[in-house]
């Protein structure tokens, strides 16, 4: 079955750096579109970033631009959210998603994993 599984989250003070990876599997990773989510206690999941299925085109949230970069290895069937200058409205629970018809940015993709928790202390 299709799998994604998220990695990289922790504890990290106010302007500091994660790298969070998802790595897939159940499917042809180059045929998807590739997301990032979080999803904060108490409030709505949001979109973060999107990647197109080579990497050619990009959307990030408007609050995460200049701060966040997605970008995938199709080889290592895997994507990548790097996380700098981190704030602490960056504290949520962050979620991959896969879609396979388009780039999306909001919540209609078909596959999902279960999280990496991220919390930016002040």
């Known amino acids: 079955q299709v799998q994604l599984v998220e990695s990289g989250g922790g504890l990290v003070q106010s302007g500091g750096s994660l790298r969070l990876s998802c790595a897939a599997s159940?499917?042809?990773?180059?045929?998807?579109?590739m997301g990032w989510f979080r999803q904060a206690p108490g409030k709505e999941r949001e979109f973060v970033a999107a990647?197109?299925?080579?990497?050619?085109?990009?959307y990030y949230l408007d609050s995460v631009k200049g701060r966040f970069t997605i970008s995938r290895d199709n080889a290592k069937n895997t994507v990548y959210l790097q996380m700098n200058s981190l704030k602490p409205e960056d504290t949520a629970v962050y979620y991959c998603?896969?879609?396979?018809?388009?780039?999306?940015?909001?919540?209609?993709?078909?596959?999902w994993g279960q999280g990496t928790p991220v919390t930016v202390s002040s």
């Open positions: 159940g499917l042809t990773f180059s045929s998807t579109y």
């Open positions: 990647i197109s299925r080579w990497g050619g085109t990009t």
């Open positions: 998603a896969a879609r396979l018809a388009s780039i999306s940015t909001s919540n209609d993709y078909n596959y």
